[in-house]
T-cell receptor
């Protein structure tokens, strides 16, 4: 398996624009997580899915953030409208079992100017 | 609520020296425990994990960690570090029960290796 695949690797956008981050989890993994990493706040869990269903979105910072998982092999994290404080590295991770280790993608570095 | 503390923000060691990175957790029961490593510009990679059984666990790249229930600790060790070990290290806890599948990560320890 190629691992968790995220796209794009880098994204630069202007404030107010819509941003969509994409993730393909490892095949067969039932859990998918979206994390945000910043220098100030470290690694934060935004939302996670089990079998394509959002289970806990309490980490989503604002209504500007939304995430979907239309099928077992694809998820998106959307920010609309984007703001400079959204600049961070966004990681997607997947795991096969409840509580098991998570496998991380290489992340998307988002810069909002 | 579960929490993870990594008291050392930054550690510098000489190449070939031994290493210990500290991790303490707060949880109502014995959680699943993990150590991840993040190299610059990369995602997190699992080094090792503890679910149950032997409290000394071996991981990749020559790392090991020891679970000490009495101290609520899961410290990471390596007897002799290599320059390639320079990275950021994260301790994480996971739930042993249903209903809360989230991993909680510590704030990380940045490891610098000097010649």
């Amino acid at each position: 398996d190629a691992g968790v695949i995220q796209s794009p690797r880098h994204e630069v956008t202007e404030m107010g624009q819509e941003v969509t981050l994409r993730c393909k989890p490892i095949s067969g993994h039932d859990y998918l997580f979206w994390y945000r990493q910043t220098m100030m706040r470290g690694l934060e869990l935004l939302i996670y899915f089990n079998n394509n269903v959002p289970i806990d979105d309490s980490g989503m910072p604002e209504d500007r953030f939304s995430a979907k998982m239309p099928n077992a092999s694809f998820s998106t994290l959307k920010i609309q409208p984007s703001e400079p404080r959204d600049s961070a590295v966004y990681f997607c991770a997947s795991s096969a079992l409840r509580g098991a280790e998570a496998f991380f993608g290489q992340g998307t570095r988002l810069t909002v100017v | 609520a579960q929490s993870v503390t990594q008291p050392d923000i930054h550690i510098t060691v000489s190449e070939g020296a031994s290493l210990e990175l500290r991790c303490n957790y707060s949880y109502g029961a014995t959680p699943y425990l993990f150590w991840y490593v993040q190299s610059p510009g990369q995602g997190l990679q699992l080094l090792l994990k503890y679910f149950s059984g032997d409290t000394l666990v071996q991981g990749i790249k020559g790392f090991e960690a020891e679970f000490k229930r009495s101290q609520s600790s899961f410290n990471l060790r390596k007897p002799s570090v290599h320059w390639s070990d320079a990275a950021e290290y994260f301790c994480a806890v996971g739930p042993p029960s249903f209903g809360n599948e989230k991993l909680t990560f510590g704030t990380g320890t940045r490891l610098t290796i000097i010649p």
